[in-house]
């Protein structure tokens, strides 16, 4: 009995080095994984695009570890589908030091930024500005400069097909303010005038508001533009990604490639590739890196100093079908590298 009482003994204090050691290496493995961070940012955005927001947070997240500051993206990987008003309320209940946020312009949209606001809560807005809101900043392309730039593509287009008057077919999302499109449409014109001056005749200019409420939407209501061979524009111009995307695959599926000149936004491989090729006359490239950056120079001068610019605009240029090949080219340089 004495020598089984022994060996038990020896098993607990066995047991309870053992434990206790392993303990330890568990303690500093959980002790190495955490970060302390400053401040607690969220960034919200819709579902649409996610190829451009994914290039847009990664530069978030890497400029606010170098500010230290953590980017969360709210709403990512979660088995329901919220929408951007719901993600701000989370956003808000949650304490977070600022929200970086791209969603429609309505009414609770305003009443939920305004409620982070008053909570001292900095807001930026991307893309879209929520202009009757309490926003401290806005950062995007300016619609006036926008418009000027496709402007300028579509005269090149005119001058080269010999088209007097073409017809013109802007595409854009049904959440987008009239102020917006009205800009680029105005600056437009302002090119032509500036262009072919004392002529009277401004291109035919149709604007075609998607609605992106629902799975497909946009690529049926391109198609239909497309089906309508009797109505179909001569120019076609895209204001994001997706339909972008959209409209040169419809241009593909019903033999109208050369037949539609689109002028496209944002450069995927997929769309670099199409310019290439020429389904896309040309697209527009937007800095997401220089994106990323202004939104954290933005919430680091506000809890800094206590203001900030109201509005950053980001750079764009215009990618044909020389510069599509040269990205392109550094894409694969960069892949075998890899």
Known sequence: MLAGFIVMLLAALFCAVYFSVKMKQVNEADTGTYEIYERHYAFITDNAEQDFWNEVYAAVKKEGENSNAYVERL????????????????????????????????????????????KGIAVVSLRQDIENSQRQCFVG???????LEYGKQILEIADSEQMHNPKICILEDSSMPDSKQNLITFAIQDSFSEARPG????????????????????????RDIFIDS?????????????????????????????????????????????????????????????????????LTEYYESGYTSSYIPISTRMIGREEAEELLREAEVKDSGN
């Open 75 to 118: 709403g990512e990987n979660l088995n329901v589908n919220y929408q951007t008003e719901d993600l701000l309320r989370i956003a808000i209940n949650s304490s977070v030091d600022g929200i970086i946020f791209c969603g429609e312009d309505n009414e609770e949209t305003v009443e939920r930024i305004n409620e982070a606001v008053g």
């Open 141 to 147: 392309v300016n619609s006036y400069d926008l418009g």
């Open 199 to 222: 002529e009277e005749n401004l291109p035919d200019i149709e604007i075609k508001k998607i609605d992106t409420s629902e799975a497909f939407s946009a690529e049926e209501a391109i």
């Open 230 to 298: 009797e109505n179909l524009p001569d120019i076609m111009v895209c204001l994001n990604s997706v339909y972008t995307e959209c409209t040169y695959q419809a241009a593909v599926d019903y033999n109208r490639v050369g037949e539609v000149k689109i002028l496209g936004y944002y450069t995927t491989d997929a769309i670099l590739d199409a310019v290439e090729k020429q389904i896309i006359y040309s697209t527009v490239q937007v800095d997401t890196e220089e994106i990323g950056n202004q939104c954290m120079k933005a």
